[in-house]
């Protein structure tokens, strides 16, 4: 089983750049594909970007290719979410998850969610 902690969420206005956190224990090396969601208000959970952290391979959602990043630490236990050029329509929850499957974009293919932390761009 991994757990997984997000931080990094906050409210800032449209342009600007935040980087998110997922922090992972646990059994780690047992799932090594992690992947990012969001979730807005009254919508569905959905992709934005993962990495397998054997290969370095990375998928991004096309609504957010060009503005984010998907990436891990070193030593493969933080898995990062930098975000540049914000937009409104970028406010969501955002979640970590694992995979067992390389590549998958969707949430059911997904586990061991984390709680999510919340980003908010408003002007």
């Known amino acids: 089983q991994v757990h997984f902690v997000e931080t990094g969420g906050d409210a800032v206005q449209p342009g600007a750049s935040l980087r998110l956190s997922c922090a992972a224990s646990?059994?780690?090396?047992?799932?090594?594909?992690w992947g990012w969601f969001r979730q807005a208000p009254g919508k569905e959970r959905t992709f934005v970007g993962a990495i397998n952290w054997r290969t370095g391979d990375t998928l991004i959602a096309d609504s957010v290719r060009g503005r984010f990043t998907v990436s891990t630490d070193d030593a493969k236990d933080t898995m990062s979410l930098q975000m540049n050029n914000l937009e409104p329509e970028d406010t969501a929850v955002y979640y970590c998850?694992?995979?067992?499957?390389?590549?998958?974009?969707?949430?059911?293919?997904?586990?061991?969610w984390g709680q999510g932390t919340q980003v908010t761009v408003s002007s």
């Open positions: 646990g059994h780690t090396t047992t799932t090594s594909v």
């Open positions: 998850a694992a995979s067992p499957e390389w590549p998958t974009r969707s949430p059911g293919r997904y586990q061991y």
